[in-house]
């Protein structure tokens, strides 16, 4: 019987960090559906060692990531796999929002809207002073629906989450989870209108 | 662009590692002497070494999964590193990072240093290192690079699969620094490559002037996007001084 250790709801737009223990099942809910959840890993211990996009799809062959989809970190090892997923396939290329990528794909006037990066920064910053940019690479968006093309083309495209809908994963070694609950309001990635996410965390 | 037109050249073996500083203005031509080779590349803004190549970033803001002639190599700060100003390739992978160690062993199987000498297999993960230490670099900095020469293709299911077309010797791209540009090169193998037998053939680096973008550059006007990432690149320089860095 496994025990609820923690359930937080994380607000539109906000970021959040936590320690997941090797073991434990973290569950994300996308409550009202259609909300890109820009999400990445470290290995707790050496966070020198964090989740790699291109490792995941390489080991894998495929580029969506699902159920049964291990998250590869830049050394190689498995830090988590998908155990459960009623969405049915999650973005790992299209990156996280940033004032600069915001100025280059849509105008220079959104350099001042909020942005993942500005989240993922103050949540690492605020965890620990030694992270910087740096630590940071390619993220997972879950939920999100970033389709490539057999002829070399990548879009954002509208959601195939819903209300309700949800990812599990189990963790292979200890982790920290860094989220970004994505602010994105210039592209269908959390359907013009981001809502909140529901973080729950059992010991098995 | 001729060869005997270079300012600098070196000829890479399979599986080393190289870098080079391409200062604004300055372009690399990289050409598969043998037609079985693979250049990982990594790029970092030599006046600022923690922006660097975004895989994602460049990717989403050229709709595109594959680099070819036009696109360019995206910071993550929202300017163009290097732009693709002549490309005989066609479709260069950015998703499948590089090997390491124990990847080279499973597929080629063990041939070390004790073994082989200077014959070693060599990966990409450690050359990268190696080459990234010189430049007080290290693991945090080993981003998703881009894998100049291997064609990966997606099908609708997301399966992805090293394509025959990556086999074109003599194949060249041409690679314009938008920046003061720090290129860090493997010549490692691509990781979907299949063994037993580990590539032999050289990749020739050569530099060359190419000069100021002009305003109906094939990069630049490629789409909007690239439009203002070259604004912000231009922005970078816009103080005597190199400001206003941001």
Redesign the interface.
């Known amino acids: 019987m496994s025990t609820l250790l923690r359930q937080e709801t994380i607000r539109a737009g906000d970021p959040f960090m936590a320690r997941i223990n090797a073991g434990q099942r973290v569950r994300l809910v996308d409550t009202e559906g259609n909300e890109a959840v820009d999400t990445f890993f470290f290995n707790a211990e050496d966070p020198r060692e964090r989740y790699s996009a291109v490792d995941t799809v390489r080991r894998q062959r495929n580029v969506y990531l699902t159920t049964g989809t291990e998250l590869v970190s830049n050394e190689d090892r498995t830090l988590l796999t998908i155990v459960d997923d009623t969405c049915g396939r999650h973005d790992t290329l299209g990156g996280a929002c940033a004032s600069e990528s915001n100025t280059v794909r849509y105008a220079h006037d959104r350099k001042f809207m909020h942005s993942c990066r500005d989240n993922f920064l103050l949540a690492l910053l605020n965890w620990n002073e030694d992270f910087s940019k740096r630590d940071l690479g390619p993220n997972i968006n879950f939920f999100m629906n970033v389709p490539l093309s057999a002829d070399g083309g990548l879009r954002f495209a509208d959601g195939i989450s819903g209300p309700g809908k949800y990812v599990e994963l189990v963790a292979h070694m200890d982790v920290l989870i860094l989220i970004s609950n994505c602010p994105q309001l210039n592209n269908p990635c959390s359907g013009f209108n981001p809502t909140p996410v529901e973080f729950l965390l059992w010991d098995a | 662009m001729p060869s005997n037109a270079f300012l600098l050249e070196e000829r890479i073996p399979a599986g080393c590692h190289h870098a080079l500083l391409l200062k604004r203005g300055y372009a690399l031509r990289l050409t598969d002497l043998s037609g079985d080779g693979n250049v990982g590349l990594l790029a970092f803004n030599a006046d600022e070494r923690?922006e660097r190549y975004?895989?994602?970033?460049t990717?989403?803001?050229q709709?595109?999964?594959?680099l070819?002639l036009g696109n360019v190599l995206?910071s993550?700060?929202?300017?163009p590193l290097l732009s693709i100003m002549g490309d005989s390739f066609g479709?260069h992978d950015t998703?499948?990072?590089t090997t390491?160690a124990?990847?080279i062993e499973a597929t080629y199987g063990l041939n070390d240093f004790q073994l082989a000498r200077n014959g070693y297999y060599r990966n990409g993960r450690d050359g990268f290192l190696m080459e990234l230490g010189r430049w007080g670099l290290?693991?945090?900095?080993?981003?998703?690079n881009a894998n100049f020469f291997s064609t990966v293709?997606?099908?609708?299911?997301?399966?992805?699969?090293l394509s025959e077309a990556s086999y074109q010797p003599g194949a060249w791209v041409e690679l314009r620094a938008e920046l003061n540009v720090l290129v860090i090169l493997s010549t490692a193998p691509h990781?979907?490559r299949e063994g037993p037998a580990y590539p032999e053939g050289e990749i020739e680096a050569g530099v060359f002037w190419a000069g100021e973008v002009p305003a109906t550059d094939l990069c630049r006007t490629a789409c909007g996007?690239?439009q203002?990432?070259f604004?912000?690149a231009e922005a970078w320089f816009a103080l005597p001084d190199g400001g206003p860095k941001a």
Not at chain 2, 63 to 66: A, E, I, L, S, V
């Open positions: 923690s975004n895989m994602a970033d990717l989403k803001a709709h595109t999964h594959k070819a995206y993550d700060m929202g300017r479709w998703i499948c990072g390491n124990a990847m290290g693991r945090r900095d080993l981003v998703p293709t997606v099908d609708d299911e997301g399966n992805i699969a990781p979907l996007e690239n203002r990432g604004e912000n």
